[in-house]
């Protein structure tokens, strides 16, 4: 194998390499929305009554602070900007 060609599969190895690392950020980032939107679904389900859990206590309260501290308490979850 000349060098040139040695050369050309290396490129080729790291481009798949890339590739598959592209492929796999995606999937994470994928993955993080989905459990926000999880997240997002169990609160307006937590703050409309339809599911009661006293494990997420805490975390409720400190949305409902945060919210109250950038003024979105009236606003629902579902409309808010993302940063």
């Given amino acids: 194998m000349g060098f040139l060609d040695k050369v050309k599969s290396n490129l ?4 798949t390499m890339a590739r598959e ?3 796999d950020l995606q999937t ?3 993955l993080g929305r989905h459990y926000e939107e999880l997240g ?9 009554g339809k599911l009661q859990t ?3 206590d ?3 309260q400190r ?3 945060l ?3 950038v003024g979105a308490e009236t606003a629902p979850p579902s409309g808010e900007a993302r940063a």
């Fill in 12 to 15: 080729q190895e790291t481009a």
């Fill in 21 to 23: 690392g592209i492929d």
């Fill in 28 to 30: 994470k980032r994928e």
């Fill in 40 to 48: 997002r679904r169990a609160y307006e389900l937590i703050e409309s």
């Fill in 54 to 56: 006293d494990e997420l």
């Fill in 58 to 60: 805490y975390d409720i």
């Fill in 63 to 65: 949305i409902r602070d």
């Fill in 67 to 69: 919210r109250a501290e």
